[in-house]
């Protein structure tokens, strides 16, 4: 491994461990009361491991689907995955309110139904993109019909929200998920999604060199052996269940697996073996220092993380934008 990149490595292992320790010390409320301070650290401990797995996943579904697509501005949400994913949370939460009745996801525990919800929401979206994932499928036809499921799912969510305002505090708890969180995360939703964003983390790391082929266009990936239409259609499921994890826990938190992929590439390179355990340590960790930046505002309520993540995203991607458009410009 070239030195440049295990010193990257080893300052995103540092920087991840500072940040951590920072989120379990800092807050709104103060550790010295003894009394609040084993409370206090389970639920910031929690925050922390739930923030650090959605940005993690996101991180790693963004390397991939730039990888698969060998087009820097997609991210994980362009499958329609996050909209299918938040849509199913949403169902989870409301359904009861909805229908009038129990639904077999009622009958769980919230911190059950959500995951669940989750996965069925980005299973649905998965499927109907896998149907257009075709051998002769192209690539622009799958972002296409991923946009317009997207736009689908906001737009019934959006419904599904409407439907729901009779019940006030229900409603509070669709708009919060909706805007992006890790707040009262429990454990039985960290051991629900940890085994996606781990399993699905490992899946993608093994196709890493097979992806590294599909960046040279798939003509040329055919000719050396690979099966394009079957690669791209297992990292499009793999993405799928990342992004779903990633809900589960953090609700819609948007340019994680934008510009995370875009700031290690000149670090670590393009390779994705190398590429995608950096993404998963930047990703958490800027994810769980977004959460501890929401945690600190001195505002009366606390600032969605959805909120935070947009505005610190959307200046960075325009900065890089700008930038490669100079690059390009110069020749």
Request: proline share 5%; with cysteine.
């Amino acid at each position: 491994m070239p030195r440049k990149v295990a010193l990257t490595y080893l300052a995103l292992l540092l920087l991840a461990v500072g940040v951590g320790a920072a989120g379990l010390r800092f807050g709104q409320v103060s550790l010295d009361d003894p009394a609040l301070k084993a409370t206090l650290l389970e639920l910031r401990a929690s925050r922390i491991a739930a923030a650090f797995l959605a940005g993690a996943a996101l991180a790693m579904g963004g390397c991939v689907a730039q990888g698969v697509f060998r087009n820097p501005l997609v991210s994980p949400d362009i499958l329609g995955s996050s909209a299918g994913a938040m849509l199913g949370g949403q169902v989870a939460l409301l359904g009861p309110v909805l229908l009038g009745q129990p639904t077999a996801l009622s009958t769980l525990p919230p911190e059950m139904a959500l995951p669940l919800g989750c996965l069925a929401g980005a299973a649905v979206a998965l499927g109907i993109v896998l149907l257009f994932a075709r051998e002769r499928t192209t690539t622009l036809t799958v972002i296409l019909t991923g946009f317009i499921l997207s736009s689908l799912f906001l737009s019934l969510g959006g419904f599904v929200i409407s439907m729901a305002q009779d019940s006030w505090d229900l409603g509070r708890a669709v708009v919060a998920f909706t805007l992006g969180g890790v707040g009262g995360v429990g454990r039985r939703q960290l051991l629900a999604a940890a085994p996606l964003v781990m399993g699905g983390g490992i899946a993608v790391w093994f196709w890493g060199r097979t992806l590294d082929i599909l960046l040279s266009g798939e003509e040329e990936a055919t000719a050396l052996g690979v099966n394009a239409g079957q690669a791209r259609r297992w990292c499009i499921v793999w993405v799928a269940a990342l992004t779903a994890a990633a809900v589960s826990v953090g609700g819609t938190v948007g340019f994680v697996g934008l510009i995370v992929p875009h700031v290690l590439r000149p670090l670590v390179g393009v390779l994705h073996r190398r590429l995608l355990p950096a993404a998963a340590l930047a990703g958490g960790t800027f994810l769980v220092a977004c959460d501890l930046l929401a945690r600190v505002l001195p505002t009366q309520t606390e600032v969605p993380l959805g909120v935070i993540t947009g505005l610190i995203g959307a200046p960075v991607f325009l900065v890089m934008v700008a930038r490669a458009a100079r690059e390009w410009a110069h020749g």
